[in-house]
């Protein structure tokens, strides 16, 4: 039997990490038990309404005051989910400490999944280039060399988690 997968952030600020790779993955925060969000109701920071109505974030702000979460706890978790059902799940913890060394796991984020040469590359650099935009940190940059490397661009998350656009 197979299981799911949910991926583990240790984070600083899960909101705001939780909304950095909703933008990068095209996914979505879920809404909190008994809540019917409407479709498409994650909208991007840009553009946000700050109503329960439309905005999962302020439902789970609504539903947290509702059960008695104190204010200053509110923001100690956070998820992002596939809208698609088919990724990973992504779960973001509040911890204290701070990121130390690289991390031992990362993500590869697959930008340009059949491109080759320079129109990989050229994909991979448009894709930084946006992730950069959204508080990303572009790192290294690796040239292919075919045939085991088609090349890719390492960046790090807005709380230093490293990453690769593959």
Not at 37 to 60: C, H, K, Q, V, Y
Not at 105 to 119: F, K, S, T
Not at 154 to 166: A, I
């Amino acid at each position: 039997m197979s299981r799911h997968l949910q991926v583990t952030f240790d984070a600083h600020d899960p909101r705001a990490l939780s909304s950095f790779w909703r933008d990068v993955m095209g996914y979505v925060h879920p809404g909190p038990p008994g809540v019917d969000l409407p479709e498409g109701a994650d909208p991007s920071p840009s553009s946000r309404l700050r109503s329960n109505r439309g905005d999962p974030m302020a439902a789970w702000d609504d539903f947290l005051a509702r059960i008695g979460v104190p204010e200053d706890q509110r923001n100690s978790h956070s998820a992002i989910e596939d809208p698609d059902g088919h990724g990973p799940r992504l779960f973001f913890q509040r911890v204290p400490e701070d990121k130390v060394a690289k991390n031992r796991v990362h993500l590869d984020v697959r930008a340009a999944p059949g491109l080759h040469g320079d129109e990989r590359m050229a994909a991979l650099e448009a894709e930084c280039g946006r992730l950069v935009a959204l508080g990303a940190k572009r790192v290294h940059r690796e040239e292919p060399a075919p045939p085991m490397n088609n090349g890719f661009i390492v960046l790090t998350d807005p709380e230093g988690n490293e990453f690769c656009l593959d």
